[in-house]
Structure formats: structure tokens, C-alpha cells
């Protein structure tokens, strides 16, 4: 049971985020300049490229934030048992041991917390004005509280060092027969994956 759950949590999550992530950045040509630009003007080689100084991308980790949004490892919610002697949600009474979570999709992508909430804009995240009402507290891709992901900052330090050495050294383009990947995709738990097909050329340098 364990090495299971160590085999999805631990590495199913991080594979799903990346490679949505990388199905946005090259669906969104403006952002895909805007990170090329920043990783390739912070790194002169990919030895320079390491855990610590891929910390120093803002552009990049509010890319990676984003795409966490879009399309969360995890579209359901994480379940949780209402304690005894029941318990008030949104002002309606739950009795005691009913089970109840948060689905991350939805909230994600609800107008109430986002503005444009089905758009794909890093710049929420960087302190642009437009999306000064966005409610980030709602996005809790890792849950939250005592029970929350032990692994959220190794998932952050793979994210970061994988995107940025792909970013360096290709150029990215995505294939025509993908151009829609995300739409009509199903979730079990875990999303439900077609192929994605992306060009990969190696940057010449």
C-alpha cells in the first residue's frame, strides 16, 4: 500500500504537472518566448542549472504555478471526515462522518476566486493588476493543513530543474494533432492522458 501510494503521489503528480505544463507553455507562444528568455539569459551553460539557482525564475516558477491551476495533478479533491457532532460548510450543516473535499478543477477554474478563469496568464501571479481580486488561497494543488503533500517542495525542485534544462536546450513546438490536448480529457483520480507530441529541436547556441 505505501510503495503505491509512493508511485502515484510521488511521481505520477510531478510527470502529470510537467507535462501539461509543457503542453501550455508551447499552446501559449508569448509565454514560451517570455520563459525562453528568462532561463536563457539566467544560464550560460546547463551546468549552471541546479537546484538552487533555479530558484532565482520568477517568470517560470508563476509559469509552473499556472499550469498547477489549469490542470491540477489531482482534479478531485483530497477527502476529509466531518468530525463528530457534525460541522458547518458554506453554511450548510454536515453531519458527523460525512465526507466531503474541495474539487481542485472546479475551484480552480470558478469565476467567483479567478479572473478569466479558463485562460492560461502566469501574470496573475506576478502582481498584475488585472487579476488583483484572484483569491491564490483557493488553488491548493498540494491540499492543505496538517495532512497536506510532505512532497510539495521536492515536486517544485523537479518541476523547476527538468523544465528549465528541456527549456535550454530545445526549441519546443507543438504538433498540430495536439493543439487541443487538454479539452475532453477524463479524470480518475489522476487524469487520463492521450499522447502528447511535441517537436523538439536542439538549440543551437
Known amino acids: 500500500m505505501n510503495a503505491s501510494m ?37 544560464f550560460k551553460s546547463e551546468d549552471e542549472i541546479l537546484l538552487n539557482t533555479v530558484n532565482e525564475l520568477p517568470y517560470m516558477l508563476a509559469v509552473l504555478n499556472e499550469s498547477l491551476r489549469r490542470y491540477p495533478p489531482l482534479a478531485s479533491g483530497m477527502l476529509r ?5 457534525g460541522a458547518t460548510v458554506d453554511g450548510d450543516p454536515l453531519p458527523e462522518d460525512t465526507v466531503v473535499s474541495v474539487f481542485q478543477w472546479a475551484i480552480n477554474h470558478w469565476d467567483k476566486y479567478w479572473t478569466d478563469p479558463m485562460e492560461f496568464r502566469p501574470e496573475r501571479w ?7 481580486n484572484d483569491v ?12 497536506n503533500c510532505i ?7 523537479e518541476m523547476r530543474l527538468v523544465v528549465a534544462r528541456i527549456i535550454f536546450n530545445f526549441d519546443m513546438t507543438l504538433a498540430e494533432d495536439c493543439s487541443d490536448w487538454i ?14 507530441n511535441i517537436h523538439f529541436k536542439p538549440r543551437v547556441f
Open 6 to 42: 509512493l508511485v502515484i503521489a510521488g511521481s505520477e503528480t510531478t510527470a502529470t504537472l510537467m507535462t501539461g505544463a509543457l503542453y501550455l507553455i508551447t499552446k501559449h507562444p508569448e509565454v514560451q518566448r517570455k520563459l525562453e528568455h528568462e532561463i536563457r539569459t539566467a
Open 126 to 132: 506576478l502582481g498584475d493588476p488585472k487579476y488583483k
Open 136 to 147: 491564490f488561497d483557493a488553488m491548493q494543488a498540494f491540499s492543505t493543513g496538517p495532512r
Open 81 to 85: 471526515d466531518v468530525p463528530k457532532g
Open 183 to 196: 479539452e475532453g480529457q477524463k479524470a480518475y483520480v489522476i487524469w487520463h492522458k492521450p499522447p502528447l
Open 151 to 157: 512532497g510539495k517542495n521536492l515536486a517544485y525542485a
